[in-house]
């Protein structure tokens, strides 16, 4: 069930954009300003609303911790906001004095993406607040961009139809023609890393546009560098344009909004309508999830914000269809007892039985002899396999490391959220880091994986761009809210 639970009536014109962070709710308009609410309760903030913009704010978005708004706007710049005093940090001026449409950051914050009414393409350095590369589209506008979770990649989408691939180079990776006849509106990547039965990395992407159709596409990194994009869903839930669309925090929820005045409500995985919402008079131009709670927002061209709660028992870790427990990544099959234990937590003898449920008998005699228990198994990598180990099979070094990485990403069913487990150690994290892979950690881990490895992540085993680490405020705060509930 699908709730109404208040309506905001700060803007004086549309509402162009709707975006969350852990602890706020931010909303930009035709009417130059940005409006900025605290997520718990809805109230204003003192310092809102933000006025810096001389024409109509096209978009906005916060950074990874929540500590900054980037606002983009026909004046043709992007304004970067402080969330603690209010105040403008930087004006980014888009190349050509262009009026930009969208604007995006990296999960980690390293980088803003912004794309310009004249196809211009511009690419900063957060850090410095200089600009790193630009490209462009001909003939066209950009007015939907979105980067990959690895942060690796990004995504644009124009009105001539095209969703156009990019690395962070600017080099051109991948077009997919006619995505959306007469033109894009909007595109997101789900927060998660998949992979496909190969062993290749994929992300799940939604896109939507003029046609009145919602897509979900799967994007594949394949081994030869070459990239692959597959339709998965087509939704027609909507019977007019389609103007935005956003990813739940966990990936299993997909909301839309449309010229139609509703608002549509999905299960992701299988594209399946749950709710249609009718509330608004006018078009639904903009929609968010919040991060941290059972929350949606939707803005109109009637100059409100609708928040939503979606009440499926979910709780605050925005997980909305979580499935059950007991089921591993690994097939569907039900969990073992040691399953039910942090993996850092296994015994040698833990180790053992798993590595006989993965098929893998023929190195655990190897395993015995070496005494790998859990922590320890977490930080085996290709190479201390065969320096360390001495298993001179490339490919069963290739298929344990396989296993090891679907471990990693394995739900752990004692009922803790797996989004608040360190990936490396696999335990509640207390002092969480976002890294440059887009993935948090805990600080003492990951530095102490940075300082003995090879400076790749441990998720997706790319290289990182930066040993930048960004303390993530608002992930600290839902741990420590779970952990006074347990």
């Known amino acids: 069930m699908v709730s109404l639970i208040c309506t905001l ?26 409006c900025v609410y605290s997520s718990r ?11 810096g913009h001389g024409y109509g704010v096209h978009c906005c978005c916060f950074s990874a911790c929540g500590q900054y708004l980037a606002s983009c706007s026909t004046d043709a ?16 001026e888009h190349p050509g004095r ?22 211009t393409i511009a690419l900063w350095d957060f850090t410095s607040r200089t600009l790193r590369r630009t490209g462009a589209v001909t003939d066209t506008s950009i007015v939907a961009c979105s980067f990959t979770p690895c942060g690796q990649l990004f995504i644009t989408g124009s009105t001539y139809g095209d969703l156009r691939l990019w690395d962070l180079n600017m080099n051109h990776l991948h077009v997919e023609k006619n995505a959306h006849d007469l033109g894009v509106s909007c595109c997101q990547f789900a927060p998660q890393i998949m992979k496909g039965t190969d062993g290749c990395f994929q992300f799940r992407l939604a896109s939507c546009g003029q046609d009145s159709l919602v897509k979900i596409w799967i994007v594949s990194l394949l081994s030869a560098a070459g990239i692959k994009m597959q339709l998965a869903h087509t939704l027609t839930g909507q019977s007019a344009p389609v103007l935005s669309c956003a990813y739940s925090a966990d990936g299993q929820m997909l909301v839309s909004g449309s010229v139609d005045k509703t608002v549509t409500v999905y299960q992701a995985n299988e594209g399946v309508l749950l709710y249609t919402l009718n509330q ?25 914000v609708n928040i939503w709660r979606v009440e499926d028992g979910s709780g605050a870790r925005g997980g909305f269809l979580d ?33 006989r449920e993965e098929g893998l008998e023929a190195v655990i005699d190897v395993f015995k002899s070496n005494n790998i228990d859990g922590e320890e198994l977490l930080i085996l990598t290709k190479e201390t396999l065969s320096s360390e180990l001495h298993i001179e099979s490339l490919g069963m070094r290739s298929k344990v490391m396989k296993k090891i990485e679907e471990l990693k990403m394995a739900p752990v069913s004692n009922g803790t959220p797996d989004e608040y487990l360190c990936p490396i150690t696999r335990e509640v994290m207390k002092d969480p880091v976002i ?13 102490s994986w940075i300082n003995t490895k090879s400076r790749t992540s ?7 761009q930066t040993t930048l680490l960004t303390p993530n405020r608002t992930l600290k705060m839902a741990i420590l809210r779970w952990t006074t509930c347990q």
């Open 77 to 92: 710049t992007t304004v970067v906001w402080s969330m603690d005093t209010g105040e403008i940090e930087a004006v980014l």
């Open 41 to 51: 309760d809805f109230s204003e903030l003192p310092f809102s609303p933000l006025s």
């Open 435 to 447: 890294a440059a892979d887009g993935y948090s950690y805990e600080r003492e881990a990951i530095e």
């Open 280 to 304: 608004h008079d006018r078009y639904v131009t903009a929609c968010a999830f919040s991060p941290t709670a059972p929350l949606i927002a939707t803005g109109s061209m009637d100059k409100t």
């Open 9 to 34: 009536q700060s803007h004086r014109d549309d509402v162009n954009c709707c975006a969350f962070s852990g602890a706020l709710l931010a909303t930009c308009s035709a009417d130059k300003s940005i």
């Open 458 to 464: 441990p998720m997706t085993n790319l290289p990182l």
């Open 98 to 119: 262009s009026p930009v449409r969208v604007c995006a950051f990296s999960p980690d914050s390293s980088f803003l993406v912004s794309g310009g009414s004249d196809g």
């Open 323 to 355: 499935e059950a427990a007991s089921v591993s990544s690994s097939g569907g099959r039900k969990s073992s007892g040691h399953s039910r234990l942090m993996v850092s937590e296994w015994s040698e003898e833990d180790v053992l039985a798993w590595l």
